[in-house]
């Protein structure tokens, strides 16, 4: 007996079996790309954790100097 969705990433057909680790994702990399993406929306969120440290506030205008 086997599921079959649509990987949310990629639209491809995948399985729901146990036999599929990355489910419902059709691959592992579907399943790192899913999770990347919104691991790095939360990374994005809490950017100053200790402003003591960090008292140059010109250089946050800085962004092209890199
Ligand atoms: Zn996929």
Same mark, same amino acid.
């Given at each position: 007996?086997?599921?079959?969705?649509?990987?949310?990433?990629?639209?491809?057909?995948?399985?729901?079996?146990? &036999?599929?680790? !990355?489910?419902?994702?059709?691959?592992?990399?579907?399943? =790192?790309?899913?999770?990347? +993406?919104? #691991? &790095?929306?939360? !990374?994005?969120?809490?950017?100053?954790?200790?402003?003591? =440290?960090?008292?140059?506030? +010109?250089? #946050?205008?800085?962004?092209?100097?890199?």
């Amino acid at each position: 007996m086997t599921t079959k969705v649509l990987c949310p990433r990629c639209q491809k057909s995948s399985s729901l079996a146990v &036999s599929n680790p !990355y489910r419902p994702f059709c691959s592992e990399r579907c399943k =790192l790309i899913d999770l990347g +993406s919104w #691991a &790095s929306e939360e !990374y994005k969120i809490p950017a100053e954790d200790s402003p003591s =440290l960090d008292q140059d506030e +010109s250089s #946050a205008n800085n962004d092209n100097e890199h």
